[in-house]
């Protein structure tokens, strides 16, 4: 199943007093890119976090946010860092003589510096933590992955009409170019019988060049590419699960076809479905850079 680029999930375990909760959400990027922001009792579980999210993510730009909370009140514990205060204390010191402030430095003052401050349960983290934490991820992911598909759902539904847009145009390409190459070589053939003076050129070998001509504005071989990759397009985004990076690669190789009808063709008419193939393949493709 094909994911969007793009999504949210939230996901929440509660272990006794401690609430987990954790955030991820995602934007378009060629690459996988994780970005975690951890309480500091969580930072050593960086590398678990982005391993879970590796396995079921291959694109995107992932943002993952995890908080922990004690449940009781609502407010977690918060101590006082000796050091923190004694270091603190002294810059504030070293600011007020500078400056030849007479007043004394007074709690207020050092209360503006919130690095004085940490949570009560900082400290090593323990196995239960991860656990914890753990099972508040895998609800997050699994929220985050069916928000995407529903999206990838929706992008696939209007990429599916206009791919049966482009076979639309296909089929009036092949209709035109059917008579096509064989009125422009008649045409020609009266035009250079009512050009040509008798014995300047040999009628065999003006009639040679001509037929290499009409060979050239054949344009049989590229509609049976354009088929080809439309038939492989609409396989890929059935049954892949990480589908943009072949969509983007196939998009290239059907524009290419749709400017080599369009060169070949000495049709008005037909160089008039190519501009609308062309459109068409422009708003697929940015359909598709949306796709993981």
């Not at 791919?163 to 059917?178: D, F, G, P, T, Y």
């Not at 008039?272 to 459109?279: A, S, T």
Request: overall charge negative; charged content about 30%.
């Amino acid at each position: 199943m094909a994911h969007s680029m793009t999504g949210i999930g939230v996901g929440e375990f509660r272990d006794g007093g401690t609430v987990y909760t954790v955030e991820i959400r995602s934007v378009n990027n060629r690459f996988l890119d994780i970005s975690c922001r951890l309480p500091n009792l969580l930072i050593p579980f960086e590398g678990e976090i982005k391993e879970l999210i590796r396995d079921r993510v291959q694109r995107g730009k992932i943002y993952v946010t995890v908080g922990l909370s004690e449940s009781d009140n609502g407010a977690p514990e918060i101590k006082a860092s000796p050091e923190k205060i004694r270091s603190v204390s002294r810059w504030l010191e070293e600011i007020r003589v500078a400056a030849g402030i007479r007043d004394p430095i007074r709690l207020e003052h050092l209360l503006q510096f919130s690095e004085i401050l940490q949570p009560a349960s900082e400290g090593p983290a323990e196995p239960h933590t991860w656990e914890g934490m753990k099972r508040a991820l895998v609800a997050a992911l699994d929220a985050f992955q069916a928000m995407r598909a529903r999206e990838a759902g929706i992008l696939i539904d209007d990429i599916r009409l206009r791919v049966r847009n482009l076979e639309a145009h296909m089929a009036a390409i092949e209709s035109l170019a059917k008579d096509h190459v064989v009125q422009v070589h008649a045409k020609w053939r009266e035009r250079v019988r009512e050009m040509l003076k008798p014995g300047e050129i040999p009628e065999d070998r003006a009639y040679a060049e001509l037929a290499m001509l009409a060979d050239r504005m054949d344009i049989t071989e590229e509609c049976i590419r354009m088929r080809s990759h439309i038939q492989v397009f609409q396989e890929t985004i059935s049954g892949e699960k990480a589908v943009g990076k072949k969509l983007t690669f196939l998009l290239q190789e059907m524009n290419r076809e749709g400017n080599t009808i369009g060169s070949k063709a000495c049709s008005a008419a037909i160089s008039q479905q190519v501009v609308l193939i062309k459109d068409e393949l422009e708003k697929i493709r940015e359909q598709a850079q949306n796709l993981e």
